[in-house]
């Protein structure tokens, strides 16, 4: 079985349904859990591999920067959407080389570039970052996605990809944002397929699972938890079914 799907589980699932984290199939294709912090979900108990992230300025000190330098897991993920947050590329790429890189050259961490949204600030964004840190390069391209057509999902990763070479693809966000279900049944199955047979794809994380949709931009239709910490339809195929279908 082909193992590389991240489960996102919000932090607000760790305060309000930390049961639900026993529900999921851990047997299945889910390769790692995120949670956009620092901070270690305890329900999820080492049943997975913990991915922390350093989502944004201040993560970099105190306690959210000690949870960073102690923890065990080994892959840690730079920045969340800077581009949204007024961090440029070239204050990202000084936090990088002085306190980021040495998380792998003393404690033999794994870093993921800052993850950008596929919009043009986004691209051009990463794009700048990854010139300047050409010398100390992240171990993966952090990249998010949002869209209802899934070849131009596939369009941006091979886009991406080419222009980074060197650096296998963490997509670190994805979905569907149609209000049709079916169509965003039959999104998220070509992409997770594809990815699942693309070498240079090494993870990817289906948002998310958390009770309530984040926002307006996100699609109620591609919920993977319903108001009362259930599972939807989606999430048990996405951490169930390997390859999806429909």
């Known amino acids: 079985m082909i193992k590389k799907r991240v489960l996102l589980w ?23 859990a995120s949670n956009w912090n620092t901070w270690y979900p ?40 800077p581009e949204r ?5 070239e ?6 080389h002085n306190q980021v890189i040495p998380l792998r050259t003393k404690h033999g961490k794994r870093l993921v570039s800052p993850s950008c949204a596929s919009d043009q600030a986004g691209i051009e964004w990463i794009n700048k970052w990854m010139d300047l840190v050409a010398q100390d390069p992240p171990d993966y391209l952090g990249l998010h996605w949002y869209g209802t057509k899934g070849d131009e999902m596939i369009s941006h990763l091979h886009t991406m990809h080419a222009r980074h070479p060197k650096q296998p693809v963490i997509v670190s966000e ?3 944002t149609s209000r049709n279900y079916i169509d965003v049944l039959y999104f998220t199955v070509q992409l997770a397929n594809w990815m699942d047979e693309t070498e240079w794809v090494a993870e990817y994380g289906l948002f998310g699972c958390m009770k309530q949709p984040a926002d307006n931009f996100v699609s109620p239709a591609a919920q993977l938890m319903n108001h009362d910490g259930s599972f939807t339809d989606l999430m048990w195929k996405y951490m169930s079914d390997q390859p999806m279908h429909t």
């Open 91 to 96: 204050e990202a790429a000084s936090i990088w």
């Open 85 to 89: 947050a007024a961090i440029t590329p």
């Open 174 to 176: 994805w979905a569907s």
């Open 10 to 32: 919000d932090y607000t699932n760790t305060r309000d349904v930390s049961w639900a984290m026993d529900k999921i199939n851990f047997k299945g294709p889910l390769h790692s």
């Open 42 to 81: 305890t329900e999820l108990k080492k049943r997975l591999p913990f991915r922390p992230m350093i989502r944004g300025k201040g993560n970099l000190i105190g306690a959210e920067w000690q949870n960073i330098v102690n923890s065990d897991q080994p892959v840690i993920h730079f920045f969340n959407e």
